[in-house]
């Protein structure tokens, strides 16, 4: 019988990418396209920030190979350019960023339309009220969070149910094996307004591949401009201990370190059914091999007891949660 697992969505931050050649080929993303419907992938995340050296560019390729046109699912983010978000959610900002997303998407409506980061200077109660606007015309499917702190998000909910507006169902945000903050009051309080949780960067935007800790992670998402901020999150001490501790139960039992942080946020982390997983990748095959790490159902008890008191112990020393900060982001 077929183990159930969260929705499995794809990101394509770096599609359109100068970092990334290969990304910038017609024909090499039609193979990604290929390889989602092949197994069983139907949603695309993506953001009008992406990627973050050529904003647009992953809408735009998207647009051009018509993944919508396809029977992909495209949820995106409205747009905060460069280094600061202040502003990117007043009403015409998010108007002509939908506008903007769904000409280059070449979509008639978006799937989830996120908020992409909390905005500091428009009033909470606009927008609410721009997010919502969007809904009522029929630009998108659902109305979602990404990054915001959780008093924001509780404010925003409470705005939205006094004034009548469509509430977010879904949050996006950073959970994974080690970044365990979200377990704490976040996700219950999503749980209470029936809202779901879309987990981003599963492998810690590739520090549970475990390449880093090994020091072999030249040439990797780590090591780019791309990747700088997540080394800054992860490349510490309790971190690095984490990884042995999780290569020294798995290594005898040929068990990757990736496919343990897929297979545990998969079947034992505490998403659900109705939850989501975006996985990333800017090789085809890495997509196929997350794929079938993710189908190869729950983890031996033994890793999970280990991932366990991994995540303990990080709790212990305060680590495992991570606020997205605008002014970190790439470019820089």
């Known amino acids: 019988m077929e183990q159930k697992h969260p929705v499995i969505y794809f990101g394509?931050?770096?599609?359109?990418?100068?970092?990334?050649?290969?990304?910038?080929?017609?024909?090499?993303?039609?193979?990604?396209?290929?390889?989602?419907?092949?197994?069983?992938?139907?949603?695309?995340?993506?953001?009008?920030?992406?990627?973050?050296?050529?904003?647009?560019?992953?809408?735009?390729?998207?647009?051009?190979?018509?993944?919508?046109?396809?029977?992909?699912?495209?949820?995106?983010?409205?747009?905060?350019?460069?280094?600061n978000s202040a502003g990117s959610l007043s009403k015409e900002a998010v108007r002509k960023s939908v506008e903007n997303s769904l000409q280059n998407l070449g979509a008639a409506k978006i799937g989830i339309l996120y908020a992409h980061a909390a905005d500091p200077e428009t009033p909470l109660a606009e927008q609410a009220a721009a997010l919502?606007?969007?809904?009522?015309?029929?630009?998108?499917?659902?109305?979602?969070?990404?990054?915001?702190?959780?008093?924001?998000?509780?404010?925003?909910?409470?705005?939205?149910?006094?004034?009548?507006?469509?509430?977010?169902?879904?949050?996006?945000?950073?959970?994974?094996?080690?970044?365990?903050?979200p377990e704490k009051e976040l996700i219950p309080f999503l749980r209470k307004h029936n809202?779901?949780?879309?987990?981003?960067?599963?492998?810690g935007g590739g520090f549970l591949t475990g390449k880093l800790t090994l020091g072999t992670a030249e040439g990797t998402r780590l090591r780019s401009a791309y990747g700088a901020h997540f080394a800054r999150w992860y490349?510490?001490?309790?971190?690095?201990?984490?990884?042995?501790?999780?290569?020294?139960?798995?290594?005898?039992?040929?068990?990757?370190?990736?496919?343990?942080?897929?297979?545990?946020l998969a079947y034992h982390s505490v998403l659900g059914e109705k939850d989501g997983i975006i996985l990333g990748a800017t090789k085809v095959e890495q997509v196929k091999q997350n794929i079938e790490d993710i189908g190869r159902g729950p983890l031996p008890r033994e890793i999970v007891g280990v991932i366990d008191a991994i995540g303990e112990a990080i709790d212990a020393l305060g680590g495992g949660d991570f606020e997205v900060r605008p002014t970190e982001l790439p470019p820089k």
């Open 12 to 83: 394509t931050t770096t599609f359109g990418s100068s970092h990334v050649p290969a990304l910038q080929d017609e024909a090499n993303v039609l193979k990604f396209l290929d390889t989602l419907q092949d197994g069983g992938i139907a949603q695309i995340d993506t953001a009008a920030r992406y990627p973050p050296d050529n904003h647009g560019a992953s809408e735009r390729m998207l647009g051009q190979v018509k993944a919508y046109q396809k029977g992909f699912t495209i949820n995106t983010k409205v747009l905060f350019a460069g280094q």
């Open 132 to 181: 919502n606007e969007q809904y009522q015309k029929g630009f998108c499917g659902k109305i979602g969070i990404s990054n915001f702190p959780l008093d924001m998000l509780k404010s925003f909910v409470e705005i939205c149910e006094k004034e009548g507006y469509v509430k977010p169902s879904v949050y996006q945000g950073q959970y994974n094996l080690i970044c365990r903050g």
């Open 195 to 203: 809202m779901t949780f879309n987990a981003y960067s599963p492998l």
């Open 235 to 264: 490349d510490r001490p309790e971190f690095h201990n984490a990884v042995r501790k999780l290569l020294e139960a798995i290594e005898p039992l040929g068990i990757k370190p990736s496919e343990a942080a897929l297979r545990w």
